[in-house]
């Protein structure tokens, strides 16, 4: 198992691309599925990076996988005891403080960042981003991870405020196909979450129908 | 032998890689809480349930206790693998292999599993891999042990199979007394002095 380490994060890291985006009526949340150990051994190529926080709450999650995973338990936990003791659905901004206020708590002892997003009555669609050290900041579009750096470019370029369902599904899958291209610890197939009013949608597309770009 | 092959409840068992010791207390502890569970819930436990309690304890413990697990078994819904790391990840995979020849047989599985495959094809894939475990890891060896667990109940195989390597002894090593001279013997007696004795009587009706 030693070999393997000499990354900075230990254990299974999701060396990853995620990205979320709003559109008109909604927001997509989307990811790569590779976790790696010491950035060169991929210990699985089908890991779940975006995770259900509530009915219409995703996070999805980068570094370390154990410190992400806990975290998102716990917020899930807490989610739901405030969802009952309010008797409402929580909003999108409730969810990204439960993720950030246990990011900033423990900063010294965990290394994960995560992406919120979600729907709720208040205030519609909503893209929140909490970084490692617990930074909450809201945006219309925001991307994270290490294959993030690569699409800076496109994404920041190619965005628009207000586009259909269809154009955000292709801008996000775009965006994290580019990515998985430039980096080597993000890979597999492309995970993409459709958060509306009416619930929430998963699309998977497999690697093989991911959009080419000068692949030769 | 190293059975390595832990009981957790009647229809889970968890194969244990890293720490030898830690994977023994990990999964003794597992197997306490989840019998105590049942008993209080009157449910039998589900395979997701060991995985959470396994994933909170070693994310407690930072990694500290080097258990890399794999727990399998069949529950009211359905049969599941999951592996936990020793930092608290955990994962849910149709095959896996953890420790020091996973790499070995990782290739067996990955390019001879199929979803749905019938049990015996299942038992000689297995035994495959963990044979190239054995020959690519100096780490890995002698007896091959499987656990079939179906919704019927539990074949626990050990060994399934035998080292095909297994050597004879080639000489006899009982060597008779006085194969090795005594040149000097020097007898000692210690002095041994009571300093203090006290009576207590016991009451033991």
Request: charged share 20%; hydrophobic share 35%; with cysteine.
């Amino acid at each position: 198992m030693d070999r393997y380490f000499d990354q900075s994060i230990k254990g299974v890291s999701t060396g990853t691309t995620i990205l979320a985006v709003k559109f008109n009526g909604g927001v997509i949340i989307g990811s790569d599925s590779r976790a790696s150990m010491g950035g060169s051994y991929v210990s699985s190529k089908t890991i779940n990076k975006l995770i259900q926080v509530h009915d219409r709450i995703f996070c999805c999650i980068a570094g370390s996988l154990a410190d992400a995973q806990a975290v998102t338990k716990m917020a899930k936990f807490q989610l739901s005891f405030h969802s009952i003791q309010m008797e409402s659905p929580p909003l999108v901004k409730a969810a990204a403080s439960v993720m950030k206020e246990l990011c900033y708590s423990n900063k010294d002892e965990l290394q994960a960042g995560f992406i919120t997003a979600g729907w709720d009555r208040k205030k519609g669609p909503q893209v929140y981003t909490v970084s490692l050290g617990g930074m909450l900041l809201s945006q219309p579009f925001t991307i994270g991870g290490s294959g993030s750096t690569y699409i800076y470019g496109y994404v920041d370029s190619k965005y628009k405020p207000d586009m259909s369902r269809e154009e955000c599904l292709q801008f996000a899958t775009n965006a994290i196909a580019l990515a998985m291209g430039r980096d080597n610890v993000s890979g597999g197939v492309v995970h993409l979450v459709v958060i509306t009013e009416d619930g929430a949608e998963h699309v998977v597309i497999p690697g093989d129908k991911l959009p080419k770009f000068h692949d030769e | 032998m190293c059975a390595k092959i832990h009981y957790i409840a009647p229809n889970i068992y968890c194969c244990g890689a890293g720490t030898a010791a830690d994977t023994e207390k990990t999964t003794e502890i597992l197997s306490s809480n989840l019998t105590i569970f049942s008993m209080n819930s009157g449910r039998n436990p589900r395979l997701i349930m060991a995985a959470n309690i396994l994933q909170d304890m070693l994310f407690r413990y930072k990694g500290q206790i080097g258990a890399h697990l794999i727990l399998g078994g069949v529950d009211c819904t359905g049969s599941h693998l999951y592996t936990v790391g020793p930092y608290g990840s955990m994962d849910k995979k149709p095959y896996l292999a953890m420790g020091s020849g996973d790499l070995a047989a990782l290739g067996i599985l990955e390019d001879r599993f199929k979803p749905n495959m019938e049990m015996e094809d299942a038992k000689t894939l297995v035994r495959d891999a963990i044979h190239a475990g054995i020959m690519s890891d100096l780490c890995s060896g002698n007896n091959i042990d499987i656990c079939v667990i179906t919704r019927e109940g539990v074949d626990y195989i050990r060994p399934y199979q035998e080292s095909e390597y297994k050597d004879k002894r080639q000489r006899k090593y009982k060597y008779k007394p006085g194969t090795t001279p005594v040149l000097k013997e020097n007898v000692v007696p210690l002095e041994i002095q009571l300093v203090e004795e006290t009576v207590q009587r016991m009451d033991t009706a």
